[in-house]
Structure formats: C-alpha cells, structure tokens
C-alpha cells in the first residue's frame, strides 16, 4: 500500500513527497507499528524504482492524535524545500493534514497532493477535494485467514505473514 501511495505521487510529477506515518496511538509508548512497518518500505522502494533520493526530513510519525498530524504537517511544510505532496498513513491523518494546508493557504492538489490510506469512505469523500488513499482489502483479509484456518487447524506453527495488495482508490487530492 505505501508502495502504491507513493508511485501514484511520483506518476503525477512529484519528486519531493513527505510522509507522515503512524506510531503507537496516543497514551502509548511511541514506536512504529508493523503495519507503518511495511509503508515506509513501500514508499522507500518507491522512490528508490524512480531514482528520488529517500530524505529523512521528510519522515515524520504522528501519534494519532487529531491535532497530532495538523502539526507534523506544519513542520514538514516549514523546510526550506517543502514536499509538493504529502503521503498519510491513514485517512484520519489525512484529515489534519488538510486542516494543516488550509491553514497555510494552499490549495489540496493545486500547491500539494495528499493521498491517505484505509479508504474510510465516509472521511474521504466528506473531505474537499475528496481524497485519494489507499484500499485495505478487508474482506480478502478476512478470506485468507479463514482459508489459512481452515485448511491448517492442526498445525502447531504460528501463521505465515501473507502480503495482499492494497490498491489505490483514486479520487481529487493528487
């Protein structure tokens, strides 16, 4: 999914994209979840197949509070080369990021593109530009593990990791 967020920036022209993943929810010890894991990973390869240099300084973590992302954007737009897109590691960041932007005056995705992650249906199309984010594919989720169950409820081994596609679901913000 991070892989797809981040071709879907770089096929739209843009080179410098920042990346405000999650870490622990608020009230927790802050550290990367696996799931932020695995976007980082794809938004590194990402930018790796297009020769865009990886930039720490475009990483930042946000510990999901609502007024968390609003100030993880203000300071990744504060560099003195800000990104020309934003990645979000959920579509709730992604709505205070918007919130952030708005504030600067810039235009969703006149000045910067913002894509999220989820597809929370009723956030993504409630925001203005509707927001282009990433599927989880619940429903094969669930598919595979009930497959995997059943087709292996007398093995004593811990379930394989199984990687699914999340695809993107494209909507106005990029």
Known sequence: GGYN???ALLDAGHTRIGFINLSRAWGEPIA???ASDGRLKGYKKALAEA????????LHYTDQRPTSSYDK????????DPPTAIFCGNDRTAMGCYNALMSLSLRIPDDVAVVGFDNQ????????PSLTT????HYEMGQWAVE????HADDSVDPPQHKLNCPLVTRDSV
Not at 51 to 58: A, I, M, T
Not at 134 to 137: A, K, N, T
Not at 148 to 151: E, K, T
């Open 73 to 80: 954007t203000l300071e990744i737009m504060q560099k003195d």
């Open 51 to 58: 020769d865009v240099p990886y930039d720490e300084d475009l």
């Open 5 to 7: 967020a981040t071709k």
């Open 32 to 34: 990367p979840l696996p």
């Open 121 to 128: 249906s009723n956030l993504c199309e409630a925001l203005y």
């Open 134 to 137: 990433v599927q989880l594919p």
């Open 148 to 151: 995997y169950l059943l087709n």
